[in-house]
Structure formats: structure tokens, C-alpha cells
């Protein structure tokens, strides 16, 4: 399969040869979910888990954590670790009438 692509600039045409789409990207040759490893970002008695892929290879796994934890202060485990953010962002209320009875819909 080819395709033709026109440069405007200088008015030439350009032909790319188009490649089949790498197996991963087929349908089915790539899970969507990943095996996951959990690593603590924190202490013992602190602990800030987080989770890389387990697909990795080991040097990639340990690459990334020593990413993370150089810049483990860049990450909030709780809202108090995050000044300054309004609680209008992070609180969620529903806006519903005490009196009113709630009603179970039927399943569909």
C-alpha cells in the first residue's frame, strides 16, 4: 500500500510506503491491563504505595523507581499534602433533598 503526499512548498509529490500495523496494535495482540508490581515510595511506618508494570524489564523496573523516588516529593498521597488547592476542587457533594425519598430504579 502507498501513499501520496504533496509538498506545497515546493510543489513535489512524495510517495511513502505504508507498513501493516505492528501485532500489538491488532485487535487482541495487546492486553489493555497490566500485571502491576506494588513499590513503597515511603517508610515502614509512612508507606506511599504506588504500582509499575510488571512487564517491565528488571533494569526498566529499577530505572523507574529510582525516577519515582527522586521525586517522590512531587506526588500527594492525601489532601493535606496539597496547600493552596481549593476544597471546592476535591470535594464532591450531592445535591440532594433531605425530605425527597429515594426511589430504586428498575433494572434494565
Partial sequence: MCLMVNDEQEDEQYIIAAKSAPRELEEGG???IDD??????????????TYI???LLPERQEQLKTLLREYVDCFAWNYHEMPGLDPKVSIHKLKIDPEVKPLKQAPR
Fill in 53 to 55: 508494570s510488571a512487564s
Fill in 36 to 49: 502491576l508490581v506494588e513499590i513503597n515510595l515511603g517508610a515502614e511506618e509512612n508507606p506511599r504505595p
Fill in 30 to 32: 495487546q492486553n489493555t
